[in-house]
């Protein structure tokens, strides 16, 4: 049965009610048309229950959009969602993809993560190209993608609104990776998920690392916002050296500042007996929350990305498949993913709107009964870097 506007509908009741779905709730094919978002292909999902969400198919089937009853979630930056035609991969020392940034779900991979890096090619067999170079969270966020179906599809009495495409980070002497995505929602809930393949395409034995910058904007992120996480310790913290000069530690959150500095954190975080990492950005005054629900084996590791300057206000819940210090890191540890031919990696993320105190409630009862986080603001980072269950020497895996 669907759940819309507060009772229970068969599929008979739903089509009684009106001449298409449409009325209530779809997905629905449209074109963006100014500015630096121009011609851009973006699907508009409405689930029934006031979740409103766009899918932006010219960039890498990325979520742009992301409001609940009109309240917004998803973070909107200055740089607005530009058109892939105007990027420039390798521009500002490797930092233009900071002028493509913005959206609720940004992914960075298929074969680079976090800072710039170059990189031995010898797996690609090509003597005139002697380095990898890659830019700031690699090339995919910016790459147009296929479209292969998008719809309403009924099971009985209950609805699945999705799109499923495919985008492809490819290159003579390269990588050939493939992303094949599919997004669902259900009709009459207040939730989505992410469904991701990474496969090799290609021939090459091919590095690769996969990173969601999941980033919510205000009026979830307020003044006296919370960040509920399973932390078991928290590793790392990119300002360490001078924690508190800001006076923003990890858990309660301000208002927007003027001359904010981003800070990043690396949390380790405990699962559930499923495996299952959720961890939510609640806004109590406002009884509004939303929740992000990975599983521990597919992304071992997790960011908090604070971006609170006055313009860009944001905070970021970043799933990560490596640790913050990135490919070289990951090298020396044995802990870089390589994908042979055929071979693939799988991912499926949760997105969840908490609404009312109750369900803020909920999630915070069962994030604590997973692990307590830290009490304190400001916790000490332990610099304590855990091997990643089934990579590593030990594990067989290639340095």
């Known amino acids: 049965m669907v759940q819309l506007f507060g009772r229970s509908y068969t599929r008979r009741?739903?089509?009684?009610?009106?001449?298409?779905l449409s009325q209530f709730a779809g997905v629905r094919l449209m074109t963006l048309g100014d500015g630096v978002e121009r011609d851009i292909r973006m699907l508009e999902f409405r689930t029934g229950s006031g979740l409103r969400f766009t899918v932006l198919l010219d960039r890498a089937f990325d979520v742009a959009d992301c409001e609940y009853k009109g309240q917004a979630i998803?973070?909107?930056?200055?740089?607005?969602?530009?058109?892939?035609?105007?990027?420039?991969?390798?521009?500002?020392?490797?930092?233009?993809?900071?002028?493509s940034f913005s959206g609720l779900v940004v992914t960075c991979g298929l074969d680079h993560i976090l800072f710039m890096h170059e990189d031995k090619s010898d797996h690609y067999?090509?003597?005139?190209?002697?380095?990898?170079?890659?830019s700031i969270h690699g090339r995919i966020s910016t790459t147009p993608g296929k479209l292969i179906a998008y719809g309403e599809q009924w099971d009985g009495d209950e609805c699945t609104l999705f799109c499923e495409g495919v985008i492809q980070q490819s290159a003579v002497f390269g990588e050939d990776l493939h992303?094949?995505?599919?997004?669902?929602?259900?009709l009459g809930a207040s939730e989505f998920t992410i469904q991701d393949r990474v496969v090799?395409?290609?021939?090459?034995?091919?590095?690769?690392?996969?990173?969601?910058?999941?980033?919510?904007?205000?009026?979830?992120?307020?003044?006296?916002?919370?960040?509920?996480?399973?932390?078991?310790?928290?590793?790392?913290?990119?300002?360490?050296?001078?924690?508190?000069?800001?006076?923003v530690g990890y858990r309660r959150l301000p208002g927007p500042r003027h001359n904010f500095h981003e800070q990043v954190w690396q949390h380790a975080m405990a699962a559930d007996a499923a495996g299952q990492v959720p961890v939510a950005i609640v806004n109590d005054a406002l009884g509004l929350g939303f929740l992000v629900e990975?599983?521990?084996?597919?992304?071992?590791?997790?960011?908090?990305?604070q971006n609170f300057q006055e313009g860009q206000y944001a905070i970021g819940i970043e799933p990560s498949t490596n640790h913050v210090y990135g490919k070289s890191f990951a090298q020396e540890r044995g802990e870089l993913i390589w994908l042979e031919h055929g071979e693939e990696k799988r991912y499926k993320t949760r997105f969840a709107v908490l609404d009312g105190a109750q369900a803020l409630a909920a999630a915070e009862k069962r994030i604590t009964a997973i692990a307590r986080q830290p009490d304190s603001d400001y916790p000490d980072p332990s610099n304590r870097w855990d091997p990643i269950a089934g990579r590593g020497k030990s594990a067989g895996v290639p340095a």
Not at 125 to 134: A, E, Q
Not at 294 to 305: G, H, L, V, Y
């Open 13 to 20: 009741e739903v089509a009684a009610h009106a001449g298409m």
């Open 294 to 305: 990975t599983n521990k084996n597919e992304f071992p590791c997790q960011f908090q990305w």
């Open 179 to 186: 992303l094949i995505r599919r997004i669902e929602a259900k």
């Open 200 to 247: 090799n395409h290609g021939f090459y034995r091919t590095p690769h690392m996969f990173c969601y910058h999941i980033n919510i904007g205000h009026p979830v992120l307020s003044e006296g916002s919370r960040y509920l996480a399973p932390v078991a310790h928290t590793v790392w913290a990119a300002h360490a050296e001078d924690y508190k000069k800001q006076e």
């Open 74 to 99: 998803g973070w909107n930056s200055p740089s607005g969602f530009r058109h892939p035609g105007l990027h420039e991969y390798e521009g500002e020392g490797g930092l233009a993809w900071l002028r």
């Open 125 to 134: 067999h090509y003597v005139h190209r002697k380095s990898v170079n890659s």
